[in-house]
């Protein structure tokens, strides 16, 4: 018996990245899936990769709320009620203080925060009686800070505190909520920031990571960790993984 057998599981950014390798995962496991993206083309290659059968996909704004209830109840109409919500959607921009105006907060609180929190309220009319499970996923910057990237290290401190209140609301319901706090992992996203910075800052961020940069399937195996019935009894936790970033 594989450890997500008859799980229905959620992902949003799942067409690349951390979302993919956590959707990736979660089929690997046995899992049902549900993958959201924006981007069709990239969504239709990253379905194609999931083992097993009974996945589902659907291209979707999160910024859209009537767009966002649509897709999760046709997730749960596809897929059964669903057990579990990997929040991997998200976005990043460097904007140093003097460049940064309100507008740039607006967007990252609106991409981070808002289209989270959208998903993760129709995920709760709809998930399993019990023992269901929302995990975010935020960022080493919201508990470190970062030069130039203030507006997104806001966004992504602020998913710390959803997660926090949302654990409290929603235990009556049996609902669990974490948040992974990933260090810098090596992703499409990540190759982009670093093409935009100086080689020397580069390789100051790879070698404040003791054990060297991430990997999405790193952050993809503790997300199905706390998604998963070994986590039956956390809920509200911050779950860092950074290579040793922290200690440093």
Same mark, same amino acid.
């Given at each position: 018996?594989?450890?997500?057998?008859?799980?229905?599981?959620?992902?949003?950014?799942?067409?690349?990245?951390?979302?993919?390798?956590?959707?990736?995962?979660?089929?690997?496991?046995?899992?049902?899936?549900?993958?959201?993206?924006?981007?069709?083309?990239?969504?239709?290659?990253?379905?194609?990769?999931?083992?097993?059968?009974?996945?589902?996909?659907?291209?979707?704004?999160?910024?859209?709320?009537?767009?966002?209830?649509?897709?999760?109840?046709?997730?749960?109409?596809?897929?059964?009620?669903?057990?579990?919500?990997?929040?991997?959607?998200?976005?990043?921009?460097?904007?140093?203080?003097?460049?940064?105006?309100?507008?740039?907060?607006?967007?990252?609180?609106?991409?981070?925060?808002?289209?989270?929190?959208?998903?993760?309220?129709?995920?709760?009319?709809?998930?399993?009686?019990?023992?269901?499970?929302?995990?975010?996923?935020?960022?080493?910057?919201?508990?470190?800070? &970062?030069? $130039?990237?203030?507006?997104?290290? =806001? +966004?992504?401190? #602020?998913? %710390? !505190?959803? /997660?926090? @209140?949302?654990?409290?609301?929603?235990?009556?319901?049996?609902?669990?909520?974490?948040?992974?706090?990933?260090?810098?992992?090596?992703?499409?996203?990540?190759?982009?920031?670093?093409?935009?910075?100086?080689?020397?800052?580069?390789?100051?961020?790879?070698?404040?990571?003791?054990? &060297?940069? $991430?990997?999405?399937?790193?952050? =993809? +195996?503790?997300? #199905?960790? %706390? !998604?998963? /019935?070994? @986590?039956?009894?956390?809920?509200?936790?911050?779950?860092?993984?950074?290579?040793?970033?922290?200690?440093?």
């Amino acid at each position: 018996m594989k450890r997500f057998d008859n799980y229905s599981v959620l992902v949003t950014g799942a067409s690349s990245g951390i979302g993919l390798a956590a959707a990736r995962l979660f089929a690997e496991d046995g899992a049902r899936v549900a993958m959201i993206g924006r981007n069709e083309n990239r969504l239709k290659d990253a379905f194609s990769m999931l083992a097993g059968a009974g996945h589902w996909w659907k291209k979707c704004d999160l910024a859209m709320e009537e767009e966002v209830e649509s897709m999760v109840k046709e997730a749960a109409a596809n897929l059964g009620a669903l057990d579990a919500v990997a929040l991997c959607a998200g976005s990043h921009a460097i904007r140093p203080l003097r460049m940064a105006k309100n507008r740039y907060y607006l967007e990252m609180y609106e991409k981070n925060v808002l289209t989270a929190m959208s998903v993760a309220r129709c995920f709760s009319n709809v998930a399993k009686a019990t023992g269901a499970s929302i995990v975010f996923v935020s960022s080493a910057v919201a508990l470190r800070g &970062g030069a $130039g990237v203030t507006p997104y290290a =806001a +966004a992504k401190g #602020a998913l %710390l !505190s959803v /997660s926090r @209140a949302l654990a409290m609301e929603l235990a009556p319901k049996k609902i669990r909520v974490n948040v992974v706090v990933p260090g810098v992992v090596d992703t499409p996203m990540t190759e982009k920031y670093f093409k935009s910075m100086p080689s020397a800052s580069v390789d100051m961020i790879r070698q404040s990571h003791p054990l &060297g940069l $991430g990997k999405a399937e790193d952050v =993809a +195996a503790a997300i #199905a960790f %706390l !998604s998963s /019935s070994d @986590a039956r009894w956390i809920t509200g936790a911050e779950l860092v993984i950074d290579g040793g970033l922290s200690i440093r």
